[in-house]
């Protein structure tokens, strides 16, 4: 997918609610809950990250590179970037590839995602290692205030931020590492939407 990612985030407490909610709006099942992981790359001077721009390597049921462009919030508290993504054949060829280039990993996250569709915008479900969240994404953000009306959620309480700059807040106060947002190292970590700085939507 080349072009421009427009979407808005919302912390939740009830997943399946939600879940139920698109099934009974016969929203139609994209990609089935499926297991993702990420790595996020940066040079030895960070300079992407101090660009606010995002170069990834993911892999679900396929493995994908992603370059991001900085984050633009509208006035109806949507954000919208640039985003180049395309397919590579290996995940750990394609992490050796970005390596000899002279980048390194710099954050390691992991979630659970459904992606349904419903009139014409994404829907996503995802677990993450410390909490439940609901994205929608489309290019007309009309339809996303009618998405999120139609599932129940709070527009005002929308997500500003991604999930690592979530993380990454709440480790520094609880003193975890931020570059390791994974399940098996916050399994017995309870994080609250207020070590966040999120309220749910639900």
């Known amino acids: 997918m080349n072009g421009h990612e427009t979407e808005v985030k919302f912390f939740v407490n009830n997943l399946e609610q939600i879940e139920t909610r698109l099934c009974e709006m016969k929203a139609h099942l994209i990609q089935g809950r499926v297991h993702e992981i990420n790595l996020r790359f940066d040079n030895a001077n960070n300079d992407l990250q101090s660009e606010f721009k995002v170069l990834r390597l993911r892999k679900d049921t396929e493995a994908r590179f992603t370059f991001k462009g900085p984050n633009q919030v509208n006035s109806e508290d949507v954000t919208s970037r640039m985003e180049i993504e395309c397919t590579v054949s290996d995940f750990d060829s394609a992490k050796q590839f970005l390596e000899a280039l002279g980048f390194r990993t710099v954050a390691f996250y992991e979630k659970f995602r459904a992606t349904y569709e419903l ?59 931020p570059s390791q947002l994974s399940f098996d190292a916050l399994k017995s970590i309870p994080i609250s939407a207020q070590d966040l700085g999120v309220e749910a939507a639900d």
């Open 119 to 177: 009139n014409n915008v994404h829907v996503m479900l995802d677990e993450m290692p410390y909490g439940n969240f609901v994205e929608i994404e489309g290019e007309d953000v009309s339809l996303l205030r009618a998405a999120a009306r139609q599932l129940g959620l709070k527009w005002e309480a929308s997500v500003k931020t991604g999930y690592l700059a979530l993380f990454t807040s709440a480790a520094r106060a609880l003193n975890l590492d």
